[in-house]
């Protein structure tokens, strides 16, 4: 079973994301780093608890996805935070975490991630990885809350074989994309820096702050896709986001706001120039 060193981890963070650290837990295996973190008393106003694990037996994506993993392959974290304020449009909150994971993939090298609405992060047309945000205790005033991430960075063949995304080519790891094992404690700190900076900033600004950032790493504006959910569907463009985080479809002449769906992409569609 692999380890993570939680020494190195708090040694390469950042002065802002020590002060605001109130805990850090480093599992060599847990059911779900979001789980255990929402089942924790929720940390002070403004400050941040966080947990990883080199392994997860329990993961969840969106919707109630299992997410698959075995140990040592995936980077599992998971932040708890309360905001002193309740922002507005909590649940754009993903979008926001999305944009920061970016940055710190691209920190590590990885220049080409991109986001795909609304918690997939995408190198090559495959999948990378992903977000979860999850509400863990709101007030009429304040609100907690839990963002966990998966990123793979070395898949064996028995994950690679059994991960049917419904969207991307095919699943994709840190180190066929850098040509080399990434150690977990550096990607960790650089993950932790953006995300904690990306919270601090949500809560002062909402999804503003990230409007153009996302739009710079929109993976499906421009392509044709079908948006599924029970008993429906709706085939358009994705054309971006609204002010609130809303998926943007056009079809003909109308625009539809999506805010939930699985998203599939058109085999042969291509993002627009």
Not at 22 to 41: C, H, K, R, W
Not at 123 to 133: D, P, T
Request: aromatic content about 4%; some cysteine.
């Amino acid at each position: 079973m692999s380890n993570i060193d939680s020494a190195a981890i708090l040694d390469a963070l950042s002065p802002a994301s020590v002060a605001r650290m109130a805990q850090l837990d480093v599992f060599p295996e847990i059911g779900s780093t979001n789980a255990y973190l929402m089942a924790q008393a929720a940390p002070d106003d403004g400050m941040c608890r966080a947990a990883i694990a080199a392994h997860q037996t329990a993961g969840r994506g969106r919707g109630q996805k299992r997410w698959l993993s075995a140990p040592g392959s995936s980077l599992c974290l998971s932040i708890a935070h309360r905001f002193r304020d309740k922002p507005e449009n909590l649940s754009a909150l993903t979008l926001a975490i999305g944009v920061a994971a970016i940055d710190a993939l691209r920190d590590a090298g990885v220049d080409d991630a991109m986001l795909k609405w609304p918690n997939d992060i995408v190198v090559r047309e495959s999948k990378l990885g992903g977000m979860l945000a999850e509400s863990h205790c709101i007030s009429t005033s304040g609100a907690a809350v839990v963002v966990g991430i998966g990123i793979n960075l070395d898949l064996p063949p028995a994950i690679l074989e059994n991960i049917d995304s419904g969207w991307a080519h095919a699943p994709i790891d840190l180190k066929s994309i850098l040509g080399r094992a990434v150690s977990p404690e550096p990607l960790s700190a650089l993950m932790i820096d953006r995300i904690v900076d990306a919270l601090v900033i949500f809560g002062k600004h909402g999804l503003h702050a990230f409007s153009e950032s996302w739009c710079r790493y929109d993976w499906l504006r421009g392509r044709d896709i079908t948006v599924q959910e029970p008993g429906t569907s709706l085939h358009g463009t994705a054309s971006g986001i609204d002010s609130d985080g809303a998926l943007l479809v056009r079809a003909a002449t109308t625009t539809t706001r999506v805010i939930s769906g699985s998203i599939l992409v058109d085999a042969h569609a291509s993002p627009a120039p």
